[in-house]
C-alpha cells in the first residue's frame, strides 16, 4: 500500500510539469487611473474626480490541434481600481477555432465588428473624452450569445461577420435564448502598412427594439512621417419616426520621441432633437516605456457624459437634453501587462 502511494506521489509530480506546459495559460491586463477635474455648467458643479477606466485583468490560452488548426480561449474581466471592485467574465469571452487557412470562430461575448473598427483609429479611447461619448450607435457594444467569424488576411483585406442570438441580458438567466432579440454585424478591412480603412454594418430585431433599422460605421486612419490622421463616420437610421443620427470625427497625432500630441473633434446630429452632442479634445501622452504611459487631456462638450463610452467607473456631466457645457481636464496613467 506504501509503494503504491509513494509510485502515485512521483508520477504526480513527474508530470506536473508537463500538464503545465501543456495548458499555455496567459495572464494579461490594463489597468487604467486617471484623477479628473470637471465644470458641469448645467448644474453648477465642479469637483476633482477620480476613475478607474475601462481597467481589465484576462487570462487566455491555445492549443496547437495540428494541421494549422488550434484551439483558443479567453476570460477577460472588467476591473474598477477605484471603487475595489468588478465583474466576473464581463468583457470579451469566448471559446473557439483558429486555422491559419481558414480563419476564426469563436462563441460567447465578443465586441461586434462595427465596434471594432471604432476601436481601431480612437485616440483617446477608454479616457474620459472616448470618442464614444458622441459616436456611439446601438451596434457598437459587445454581442452576447454570439458567433463570431473572421478571416484570414488576404494581402491586407480581412472580413469579420457576427450573429448574437440574443443580444438581450435578460437571455443569460439560463432561461433559454427564447426572445426575438438577434441581431448580426459585419465588417471589411484593408491595412497596407501605414493605411487603414473599415466600413461595418450592423442589422437586426435587437437593433428594431430601441427603434433603429439598420446602422453604418466607415473608419479610417493613415500615418505619415511622425503624423497620423484619423476620421470616423456614423449612420444610425430609425425604424420609425425621425429620428436618424449621424456623426462625424476627425482627429491627428504628432510624435515627438516619447511624446505624443493629439487633438480630435466630434459631432453628432439627430433628426429633429436640439441636443445634438458635440467634443473637442487636445491631449499630450509621454510614454515611459513600451507598457506604461502618463497623459494629459482637455475635453469640453455639449449634451455628453465624460466617461460614458469608456466603460469607467464614473460618468461626469449626464445631462442630455439641456443646453450646458460640460468641460474636463484629466491627468492618467495606463500600465499594461
Known sequence: MKKSLIALAVAGVVSAPAFAAT????????????ASLFDDQTDGTEDLQFSSNASRIGFKGSEDLGGGLAAIWQIETGINMDEANGSWASRNVFLGLKSDAMGTVMIGNY?????LIG???????DTMADSRNVTEV?????????????????????????YSNAMDADATTGAGDKNDNSAWSLNGTYTNGPLFVGLAYSDGDALEAVNVDREWRLAAGYSFGNFKVVGQYDKSDAETGSSDFDSWLLGAAYTMGNVVLKANYMDGDEDGASDDPKQ??????YNLSKRTTLYALYADGEHIAFGGGAGGSDRIGSCTTCGGDVSIFSLGMVHTF
Open 138 to 162: 446601438a451596434s457598437d457594444t459587445r454581442g452576447r450569445n454570439s458567433v463570431t467569424y473572421m478571416s484570414p488576411s488576404f494581402s491586407g483585406l480581412a472580413f469579420a461577420a457576427q
Open 111 to 115: 465586441d461586434t465588428p462595427l465596434k
Open 23 to 34: 495548458s499555455n495559460v496567459d495572464v494579461y491586463g490594463k489597468l487604467h487611473v486617471s
Open 119 to 125: 476601436r481601431n483609429i480612437d485616440l483617446f479611447g
Open 280 to 285: 473637442w479634445t487636445i491631449g499630450a501622452d
